[in-house]
Antibody, heavy 116, light 107 residues
Framework: QVQLVQSGAEVRKPGSSVKVSCKAS????????ITWVRQAPGQGLEWMGR????????NYDPNFEGRVTITADKSTSTVYMDLSSLRSEDTAVYYC?????????WGQGTLVTVSS | DIQLTQSPSSLSASIGDSVTISCRAS??????LAWYQQRPGRAPKLLLY???KLQTGVPSRFSGSGSGTDFTLTISSLQPEDFATYYC?????????FGQGTRLELK
């Protein structure tokens, strides 16, 4: 059973970037697709994109294309989500999740706060 | 984009009640729909996928139905731990979308 553990909370200034990690343990990581979903305070869930680490295939939501980069380090079973040109509206909890088209398991979430 | 509209946005119910949450897609999505439960401060939890299939470990009081554009999540005999927010999600195309959520509150 794969478990996903994410990196800790981050605070960034507008215009900067942030990189959140998601490390998989247990199970066969290389068979997984990993997806990223974010949730602004008091708001709903928003899909950002996904990666198939074994094939290095990525798909992004057009709303984030150009600002988000999802990568994988197969040697450490870790997936990264890099979001650039941050603005206050990017303040949210960012989740990674195993992706079989439906999402399970989920990481614990990483709070990213964008504030000057 | 395929838009998902959940109704109601919120509802109040009592322990032991049965409730139904609706999710309507802006175009036909076959049975490519999942449901999630999210408690405050926690990550979402998968309840059902392929519209009707119960995720391992999820109580049988949760059930799903529908195909095409109209789907429902039914929770029978509500338990205290069921008061949470519920989301539907479509995966019919590569651009994933979620419904806006339905908040289930204790009356």
């Amino acid at each position: 059973q794969v478990q996903l553990v994410q990196s800790g909370a981050e605070v960034r200034k507008p215009g900067s970037s942030v990189k959140v990690s998601c490390k998989a343990s247990g199970g066969n990581y290389n068979t997984y697709t990993i997806t990223w979903v974010r949730q602004a305070p008091g708001q709903g869930l928003e899909w950002m994109g996904r990666i198939v680490p074994s094939l290095d295939i990525v798909n992004y939501d057009p709303n984030f294309e150009g600002r988000v980069t999802i990568t994988a380090d197969k040697s450490t079973s870790t997936v990264y989500m890099d979001l650039s040109s941050l603005r206050s509206e990017d303040t949210a909890v960012y989740y990674c999740a195993g992706d079989l088209n439906w999402f399970e398991p989920w990481g614990q979430g990483t709070l990213v706060t964008v504030s000057s | 984009d395929i838009q998902l509209t959940q109704s109601p946005s919120s509802l109040s119910a009592s322990i032991g009640d049965s409730v139904t949450i609706s999710c309507r897609a802006s175009q036909a999505i076959s049975n490519s729909l999942a449901w999630y439960q999210q408690r405050p401060g926690r990550a979402p939890k998968l309840l059902l996928y392929v519209a009707t299939k119960l995720q391992t470990g999820v109580p049988s009081r949760f059930s799903g139905s529908g195909s095409g554009t109209d789907f429902t999540l039914t929770i029978s005999s509500l338990q205290p731990e069921d008061f949470a927010t519920y989301y539907c999600q479509q995966y019919y195309n590569t651009l994933i979308t979620f419904g806006q959520g339905t908040r289930l509150e204790l009356k």
